[in-house]
């Protein structure tokens, strides 16, 4: 059956360009929402909330910097294609969420909705930036790099390590937020299990 399977249709600057822009901002969107709901996600992302909440910095700069240190093993073992789509992404997430406040407001963002539907947003935007060989830093990195070098799933990956940051919240948020953030990362992983494997998809 395999000599009848579609060879791989390469992605053009196009696509490329098109899957890094609508990605970053389905990504900025889905943490603009769980900013405004008080909730975390988990990896670099959590980590840049955790400090932000804490310190009252701009959660922009702190997901910027904190996502620095993942592109020396981006470099070293998924090449400069991958990083330098990576640090574009980073870099447009980050622009997106600090202009946020002045072009989108929520008067009324029940917490549940937002973390299953900031949880979505951010889940399709990491899937479209992974199928165009592109990622928002930090574990999405390490969860991409595992799963081209070990075959393991990227998204039960992803799923794993932000739960485990969420739960770390618990001496941070209030408890029912750490529950809000744990389906806001459960919601994101199953976007990237469900969709993102081996061998299911063919563009290049």
Same mark, same amino acid.
């Not at 791989?8 to 890094?20: E, G, N």
């Not at 744990?182 to 459960?186: L, P, R």
């Given at each position: 059956m395999d000599h009848f399977a579609p060879e791989?249709?390469?992605?053009?600057?196009?696509?490329?360009?098109?899957?890094?822009? $609508?990605?970053?901002?389905?990504?900025?969107?889905?943490l603009i929402m769980f900013a405004?709901?008080?909730?975390?996600?988990?990896?670099?992302?959590?980590?840049?909330?955790?400090?932000?909440?804490a310190s009252g910095l701009s959660l922009a700069a702190c997901f910027f910097v904190f996502s620095l240190p993942f592109f020396w093993l981006s470099w070293q073992r998924l090449?400069?294609?991958?990083?330098?789509?990576s640090f574009l992404a980073v $870099?447009?997430?980050?622009?997106?969420?600090?202009?946020?406040?002045?072009?989108?407001?929520?008067?009324?963002?029940?917490?549940?909705v937002a973390s299953v539907l900031g949880g979505f947003?951010?889940?399709?935007?990491?899937?479209?930036?992974?199928?165009?060989?592109?990622s928002v830093g930090g574990v999405n990195i390490l969860a991409q790099w595992l799963q081209q070098a070990k075959g393991l799933s990227a998204?039960?990956?992803?799923?794993?390590?932000?739960?485990l940051v969420v739960l770390a919240a618990l001496f941070i948020v209030p408890p029912v937020r750490v529950l809000q953030s744990?389906?806001?990362?459960?919601a994101i992983g199953a976007i990237l299990t469900l969709n993102h494997k081996p061998g299911r998809y063919l563009g290049v």
């Open positions: 791989p249709l390469a992605h053009t600057w196009l696509d490329d360009s098109h899957a890094l822009i $609508a990605g970053s901002l389905f990504v900025a969107l889905g405004h709901a008080g909730l975390l996600t988990g990896g670099v992302a959590g980590v840049a909330f955790l400090a932000s909440y090449g400069r294609e991958f990083t330098l789509k $870099a447009l997430v980050s622009v997106c969420t600090a202009l946020a406040p002045k072009a989108v407001r929520f008067e009324l963002l029940n917490p549940w947003l951010i889940g399709f935007g990491l899937l479209a930036l992974l199928r165009h060989r592109a998204g039960k990956i992803q799923m794993s390590v932000d739960v744990v389906v806001g990362a459960v």
